[in-house]
């Protein structure tokens, strides 16, 4: 991970290369919800609306997923189980470590209330079984708490190049860490850098290594689709 400081400050350039223009890149969506779930004087209703806006830009409202059947309010209640977790908001990379089991069990809540409360129809009125993906449920923490990365298609190629386990699981964060860890990654000076830049919002550290390992597999995959086109 030598590059990781590279990998990380050019994903952040490519956004605000293509934010340029007109200023409202859908990535930003991220940075107006996990800063809103920083404040204090915001309240659950407008916090759900965040976060639905957020998922909504970062592709969870589409094709069949099942939120697309519900209004933001469905996510009052997953707002109200992340302000029980509010010490996990911009932990540091060592704190992520010793966290980890807290983290599973947070996942597995957010998990249960939309899996366990909800009921989806097909056309045919019958019943349908809600299945929360781990892409939505993980970029619901990292989009609310940012203590985790989003395990979305591009971020588990990076853990595949890497040998980490690409499930979200105890064991997987714990390879994560231990992989992470070796590095000895100066967080502070990539921070710098994104705070900066992004006109004053502190990155988690925990952002940082999700762009890292989505970077690292996205840039390939989009230098192949130029030289094949």
Known sequence: MKDFHQKVISFQNELKSEDQEHGFHRYKSWEHCY????????DIDHLALHL???LASWGMYRGSSFILEFDYKLNVEIVNIIKKHK????????????KIPII?????????????????YSKNDKVLK?????TLTTKILMGSLGCVPAYDRYYKAGLKNC??????SLKGLQELFEYVSQ???????????????????????MKMVDMYFFQSARKPYLSEIKIAA
């Open 183 to 205: 590095a000895k990654i100066n967080f502070k000076k990539t921070s710098k850098v994104l705070e900066k830049n992004s006109g004053g919002l502190k990155y988690p550290e």
């Open 87 to 98: 010490d996990l908001y911009d932990i540091s990379f060592e704190e992520f470590g010793e």
């Open 35 to 42: 800063h809103a779930f920083g404040q204090s004087n915001i």
């Open 52 to 54: 639905s806006i957020y």
């Open 163 to 168: 040998g980490i386990k690409q499930s979200f």
């Open 104 to 120: 599973v069990k947070l996942h597995k809540e957010v998990k249960a209330y939309y899996e366990e409360t909800l009921k989806v």
């Open 130 to 134: 809600v299945k929360a993906s781990e």
